[in-house]
């Protein structure tokens, strides 16, 4: 088991979907298995890999306390599905241009060079994003009840359209009595597009539609 090597996209896909049906690596709340999981992603992951960039977000938030999530931290290798090779595990010498210059035996230098890449990151998505800032929105749509048609549900969140409105992946989720709820991400421009005006749109199918809940919301 495994997601390859999550520094790069191929890696972060396998992580993505992955958690398209999880909130957390194990369990259903944050633990030392998501830590270890994050701490091997370089930096966050692109807007098209939704599940994965909010997952990233989400235990971000928790980086000043993870020595108090629960679990024990394992090797990398030991989380993720079945049958993806670990190709970060050791296969041999390298040549010298093959070594990570960002490597380190010492866990707290480990953490410190990975701050600094975060750090940079974010500073130089900042000056070259300035003008359009953007978040990431995960919905919770909920029918009225069982009988409601939910792929009738997603054709017509879908059909809204808006400029700066880009729609992702979604799942149906049960919520008891055999009825289940839509939900759905999306990537928005902040200036163009609110939560209170998707609620407002979504909600307007009244035949379809209940309620509408923000799950998270996330700038990128």
Not at 3 to 12: A, M, N, Q, V
Not at 16 to 31: M, Q
Not at 43 to 71: E, R, V
Not at 81 to 105: C, I, M
Request: contains cysteine.
């Amino acid at each position: 088991m495994g997601f390859g090597d999550l520094k790069t996209s191929s890696g972060l896909k396998v992580l993505n979907d992955f958690l398209a049906d999880k909130r957390y690596i194990e369990g259903d709340v944050p633990s030392q298995a998501d830590i270890a999981v994050f701490d091997a992603i370089l930096s966050p992951p692109p807007a098209d890999l939704l599940h994965a960039l909010c997952w990233y977000n989400h235990i971000l938030s928790y980086q000043k306390d993870k020595t108090s999530l629960p679990g024990v931290k394992k090797p990398l290798s030991e989380y993720g599905p079945v049958g993806v090779a670990d190709s970060t595990a050791y296969a041999g010498p390298r040549l010298e241009e093959d070594f990570d210059l960002f490597e380190s035996d010492d866990e707290e230098e480990s953490a410190r060079l990975k701050e600094e890449r975060i750090a940079a990151y974010n500073a130089k998505r900042a000056t070259k994003r300035a003008l359009i800032a953007k978040s990431t929105i995960v919905l919770d749509v909920k029918p009225w009840d069982d009988e409601t048609n939910m792929v009738k549900v997603e054709e017509y969140v879908r059909s809204i359209q808006m400029d700066g409105l880009l729609w992702g992946q979604s799942r149906l989720l049960p919520i008891g009595y055999g009825i289940k709820k839509l939900e759905i991400g999306c990537v928005v421009e902040d200036d163009k597009v609110g939560t209170d005006i998707l609620e407002e749109q979504i909600t307007a199918f009244e035949d379809y539609v209940q309620s509408v809940d923000v799950v998270s919301f996330n700038k990128i």
